[in-house]
């Protein structure tokens, strides 16, 4: 379940940012009808350092992703809408933020070619700049990703892309737990 729109869709907005501050027990299944309230049981009334989100993800899919400025009443507009607001309350509290494009073979097929080009790739950059704009999260937070889907075996070249991800997700993360510990 993403941010999707409409009845019986996608998670409620107000629930993510609970889970961002630790709110939310783990095991929780959010339902976009009827948000956390403080008497559930998997509400957490004062949540720890280890409870609460270190760094938050996006994902996003650059071969999806959707002319965002095209029709400002568009249904992904709203999407973007909620990620903004998420991703704003997470700079409020301190918390560092990256988004993964994946899918970038998909997108670019230049990229499809040879993933090596990934960061030469006009398009691909054109997607992360756009992004950038639109959730302001800045270019060097995004990372292109290509997701495995058909390989059966490994690729030093996705693993790269994949590997380097990870890592500045748990450097943002480790940073962020040594900035709250003072």
Not at 62 to 79: F, S, T, Y
Not at 93 to 114: E, N, S
Request: glycine share 4%.
């Amino acid at each position: 379940m993403g941010l999707e729109n409409g009845i019986d869709k996608g998670v409620d907005e107000a629930d993510i940012i609970k889970a961002l501050k630790g709110h939310v027990k783990e095991g929780y299944t959010f339902n976009p009808v009827s948000p956390l309230k403080e008497e559930n049981e998997y509400y957490v009334k004062a949540p720890t350092l280890s409870d609460r989100v270190h760094c938050l993800v996006s994902a996003i899919p650059a071969n999806k992703l959707p002319m965002m400025n095209a029709n400002k009443n568009d249904e992904n507009n709203d999407v973007f809408k909620k990620m903004r607001a998420i991703r704003l309350a997470a700079s409020y509290m301190g918390i560092p933020q990256m988004v993964i494009l994946t899918k970038v073979d998909l997108a670019c097929p230049l990229v499809r070619k040879d993933l090596k080009k990934v960061y030469r790739s006009k398009y691909i950059k054109e997607k992360m700049e756009q992004c950038s704009n639109e959730l302001g999260v800045p270019v060097n937070c995004i990372l292109p990703v290509k997701n495995y889907h058909e390989e059966i075996d490994l690729d030093d070249d996705m693993d790269v892309l994949l590997l380097r991800s990870l890592k500045q997700m748990v450097d943002f993360a480790e940073s962020f737990k040594l900035s709250q510990a003072d």
